[in-house]
């Protein structure tokens, strides 16, 4: 099980940029305890020293799924600016967003359709008279190269195959710039309210949220004795 988790201050100021850091380093913490594999597959440094814009972690492992959704959601710091000590705002906030992985095309030679043409521009006496270039077409996205650099076609056949190749892997790596750009919308929503997880002062602690049901089980207990009296 994988799951993608991306890290953001949104357009927060420093402070926010500071919590996402100490963030960061909780959740590789919890994860390293929960004998969960993480990779960092993405960190964008802050302005001010130590601290982060936004991060992506890969997490793996069998509790991935409740450990990445105990994190999702919006986390609020409770404390004075590590940069403006005269500020009077105490509550930061910052994101925790899923990323989407994108579904792996699996690549087949039965996916390429190759095309004998005859080659063009100067060249001697065997350009235009044997058609030793070759097209090469991946068939699913239409993308489609062309070699003509040999007059074996055999040759060109397998140039033209590695430039396919190579043209399907930088399109792939183009198609993988562009979804975790979108990712970047996530920059702007960033929510307050309802915070999945509250820290508070310079040394990060987790606030506990202290719930209780000791008074409200003995209120039970004295009502159900009145009524049995």
């Known amino acids: 099980m994988e799951r993608i988790i991306q890290i953001t201050a949104g357009r927060g100021p420093a402070e926010c940029t500071w919590v996402v850091a100490q963030v960061l380093k909780k959740i590789l913490e919890e994860a390293q305890e929960q004998s969960l594999e993480t990779v960092l597959l993405q960190r964008?440094?802050?302005?001010?020293?130590?601290?982060?814009?936004?991060?992506?972690?890969?997490?793996?492992?069998?509790?991935?799924?409740?450990?990445?959704?105990?994190?999702?959601?919006?986390?609020?710091?409770?404390?004075?600016?590590?940069?403006?000590?005269?500020?009077?705002?105490?509550?930061?906030?910052?994101?925790?967003?899923?990323?989407?992985?994108?579904?792996?095309?699996?690549?087949?030679?039965?996916?390429?359709?190759?095309?004998?043409?005859?080659?063009?521009?100067?060249?001697?006496?065997?350009?235009?008279?044997?058609?030793?270039?070759?097209?090469?077409?991946?068939?699913?996205?239409?993308?489609?190269?062309?070699?003509?650099?040999s007059r074996s076609q055999h040759q060109n056949k397998k140039l033209a195959t590695e430039r396919l190749l190579k043209k399907l892997e930088d399109e792939k790596l183009l198609q993988l710039k562009n979804h975790v750009g979108k990712q970047w919308e996530n920059q702007l929503n960033v929510e307050r309210g309802n915070p999945v997880r509250v820290f508070a002062g310079s040394d990060f602690k987790k606030n506990k949220v202290s719930k209780s049901y000791k008074g409200t089980r003995q209120k039970l207990k004295n009502d159900l004795r009145n009524e049995n009296n």
């Open 44 to 149: 964008e440094a802050g302005e001010e020293n130590g601290t982060v814009e936004t991060a992506s972690i890969a997490i793996k492992g069998k509790n991935a799924n409740e450990f990445a959704d105990s994190w999702i959601g919006t986390i609020q710091w409770i404390g004075q600016s590590q940069f403006r000590k005269m500020h009077k705002r105490k509550n930061w906030f910052i994101g925790v967003f899923e990323i989407e992985q994108q579904k792996n095309s699996s690549f087949s030679e039965t996916d390429i359709q190759y095309q004998a043409m005859r080659s063009s521009g100067a060249g001697g006496q065997h350009v235009n008279k044997v058609s030793s270039a070759i097209r090469a077409t991946h068939i699913p996205t239409g993308i489609a190269v062309v070699a003509m650099d």
